[in-house]
T-cell receptor
């Protein structure tokens, strides 16, 4: 158990709908990262938050948004869903957020999203 | 730009034999390198990392990795493979700068046959 908790584990929804994925980082970790894993794209970085502030954006669609709350949990919002958004979405956390940090980034079990 | 390459999509090895999963990297400055494993329908599990120091890093489940600066490689190794080691393995480098996000290779499927 990595200590990173993601809910829901599985989600099936229709095109055009909106879903929210939730992540609780490891106790004490200030950084939260979101990744998308699909068969054809591999592991793609979406967004990084550190202590409530957005640090970096990757290949995140405009239909997607995220935030990190004062209690450090994070939510990834996916709207106007398309079939191609079906993927495994990972949340990860680490104690620190900089590139000079050797702290390990731990991943949750992921949220499986299927858009039908 | 920093990048990681895993040249093999799949590695096949017999149980009891040594295994190697290859990874090469391209970074500016000192690399922070990681290996993760993903079992079917599971999340990414941290195996080991290289930050500094000894070039041979030991990790979970009997895995180790050798950092080679001159060859810009960080190959994952295990002296004796188990069928239960069959999984998808990812090498990653931590990006320098403000975010420190992980940049992943495309993954290598390890198949250990009895």
């Amino acid at each position: 158990d990595s200590g990173v908790t993601q809910t829901p584990k599985h989600l099936i929804t229709a095109t055009g709908q909106r879903v929210t994925l939730r992540c609780s980082p490891r106790s004490g970790d200030l950084s939260v990262y979101w990744y998308q894993q699909s068969l054809d794209q591999g592991l793609q970085f979406l967004i990084h938050y550190y202590n409530g502030e957005e640090r970096a954006k990757g290949n995140i669609l405009e239909r997607f948004s995220a935030q990190q709350f004062p209690d450090l949990h994070s939510e990834l919002n996916l709207s106007s869903l398309e079939l191609g958004d079906s993927a495994l979405y990972f949340c990860a956390s680490s104690a620190q957020g900089g590139g000079s940090s050797g702290s390990t980034i731990y991943f949750g079990e992921g949220s499986w999203l299927t858009v039908v | 730009a920093q990048s990681v390459a895993q040249p093999e999509d799949q590695v096949n090895v017999a149980e009891g034999n040594p295994l190697t999963v290859k990874c090469t990297y391209s970074v500016s400055g000192n690399p922070y390198l990681f290996w993760y494993v993903q079992y079917p329908n599971r999340g990414l599990q941290f195996l080991l990392k290289y930050i500094t120091g000894d070039n041979l890093v030991k990790g979970s489940y009997g895995f180790e990795a050798e950092f080679n600066k001159s060859q810009t490689s960080f190959h994952l190794k295990k002296p004796s493979a188990l069928v239960s080691d069959s999984a998808l393995y990812f090498c990653a480098v931590r990006e320098s700068g403000n975010t420190g996000k992980l940049i992943f290779g495309q993954g290598t499927t390890l198949q250990v046959k009895p």
